[in-house]
């Protein structure tokens, strides 16, 4: 921890304690968390269990009888002085996720200034929410409706992005009106503690925003049966996901849910090879692969495969895999050691059914000393390989061969998830077939990347509910209220 503190200007960020209303909160027990490049303890961090849970969730469900009543325009003050911090301190805030995660530090900072842009939308939205006058069928009546938050929102987020899923859900909650209750991942943990940290200095109010560290079947099973908990939000697998939603179900609670995709990356026979090769880079790349819009399955018509391929081979070969803190690192190590096995299983099932390894293909513990899996690119392989039937999350670029239009859209959306998709075409008529055609929520058109604080995120079939982002993600954290006015005349 003397370490990590050491790289910090503010080490008053680094946090070890649960943030529960306005307080910093041990627990009875502690778990480790380390930096996935060397394997090495940066902290240990309080669990404060299910007792935790429900002192959280009681601050929460107290606070938010005051800030649903709270003006607005003060709601966004506080949330966009929220903002003002985080900007303030990228360079702090993206150490802490280097070292918790492992991604390289540039990338870190940018994850934490695309979080805090969530912030400063939502905070702007927020006081643009507004109802409707509706013409009603009683004579002497008016009829109109307003948007009041849900309640309080308990939110579960993952570790590939342990800033920006923390600022992307509870900016617009906390803007709407909503209080809060958050449980980070437990390999990212200080992140979000930082962020409380950070919430505080701007005087959101006690109770109103509360960050629980800990196990998490102790603690999951309080957020989503609570009575007084009023909505869950999650990021993470779909299987998590499916097991939330049905905890969820026994009190008809709201769920935003942002699970797992398989996103196709198509490239057309009339696409710009070279950049859709490095577009392929930057989705397939980014986090170590380790995104849920990651390029999961990179079709190419059969005219341009070869080409693909090569131009793939020759810029992957260049990407440089080390620690994050490395000046010239491009991507750095996978979260733990049981992630690079789970890449290797599927790496190898794609070469035992006679699939190409281009090159990579391999962990690199002995040259590196961490959990790290060399980028990879394999070809000749088929839409049945496990490797294409499920997310990769990690440097693993596969490509597939296909024919027309028709058969391209079929293995595409041959997939039980639809959240990203990305096409590569010049013809305008393609992109309006092929974006239509697409059974994904997100599309983006010679676009590596869907991502925006502005625009509706999310995806459909069973890569989620809801949206993130924009109006849109304001908008989930409320409810829609007519009311019927009589006796006017």
């Not at 080390?322 to 299983?345: C, M, N, Q, W, Y």
């Not at 000393?369 to 496990?386: E, H, K, M, R, V």
Request: aromatic share 6%; charged share 25%.
């Amino acid at each position: 921890m003397s370490e990590l503190k050491s790289r910090l200007s503010d080490a008053s960020l680094l946090k070890t304690d649960s943030y529960v209303d306005g307080r910093w909160v041990s627990g009875e027990t502690a778990f480790a968390v380390t930096n996935p490049a060397d394997r090495q303890q940066i902290a240990e961090v309080a669990d404060v269990g299910e007792t935790g849970a429900r002192k959280a969730v009681a601050a929460a469900h107290e606070a938010f009888a005051k800030w649903k009543r709270t003006s607005v325009f003060e709601r966004a003050r506080l949330v966009m002085a929220w903002h003002d911090l985080i900007m303030e301190h990228v360079g702090d805030l993206g150490t802490i996720i280097t070292a918790e995660m492992g991604k390289p530090l540039k990338e870190a900072r940018g994850e934490v200034a695309y979080g805090a842009g969530f912030v400063k939308v939502s905070a702007e939205e927020a006081t643009r929410l507004h109802g409707e006058t509706l013409p009603v069928q009683f004579p002497g009546a008016r009829g109109w409706t307003i948007r009041q938050p849900v309640g309080v929102v308990a939110c579960i987020t993952p570790w590939n992005f342990p800033s920006a899923m923390i600022t992307r859900k509870c900016a617009p909650a906390l803007a709407a009106g909503c209080t809060m209750v958050v449980k980070p991942a437990p390999e990212t943990p200080l992140s979000a503690l930082a962020l409380a940290e950070l919430a505080d200095r701007a005087g959101i109010p006690r109770g109103v925003f509360n960050v629980i560290c800990g196990d998490a079947e102790a603690i999951g099973p309080v957020l989503t049966r609570s009575p007084e908990v009023a909505m869950v939000g999650f990021t993470g697998s779909t299987s998590v996901g499916k097991l939330l939603m049905r905890q969820a179900a026994d009190g008809v609670k709201r769920v935003s849910l942002e699970l797992g995709g398989n996103a196709p990356f198509i490239v057309m026979d009339d696409a710009d090879v070279e950049k859709a090769a490095e577009g392929v880079l930057a989705s397939k790349f980014r986090a170590g692969g380790q995104t849920c819009v990651s390029a999961n399955r990179i079709i190419a018509q059969d005219s341009i495969a070869d080409d693909l391929i090569e131009a793939l081979k020759a810029k992957i070969e260049k990407v440089k895999v080390g620690s994050g803190f490395e000046s010239d690192t491009d991507i750095g190590p996978l979260i733990h050691d049981e992630a690079v096995g789970r890449v290797h299983k599927l790496v190898e099932h794609a070469r035992e059914k006679g699939a190409r390894i281009v090159t990579g293909g391999r962990p690199l513990d002995d040259e590196l000393g961490g959990s790290f899996y060399a980028p990879t690119l394999i070809a000749g392989g088929n839409f049945d390989l496990d490797i294409a039937r499920n997310e990769i999350f990690g440097p693993v670029a596969s490509v597939y061969r296909a024919g027309d239009e028709k058969e391209i859209l079929r293995v595409a959306n041959d997939t039980p998830y639809g959240l990203a998709a990305y096409v590569y075409t010049r013809d305008i008529g393609r992109v309006h077939r092929i974006s239509e055609g697409l059974d994904y929520g997100m599309v983006g058109v010679n676009a590596p990347m869907v991502g925006s604080p502005s625009t509706p995120f999310g995806g459909v079939k069973e890569s989620g509910i809801g949206r993130e982002g924009g109006k849109w993600g304001v908008e989930e954290f409320t409810e829609l209220k007519f009311v019927l006015l009589g006796g006017v005349e």
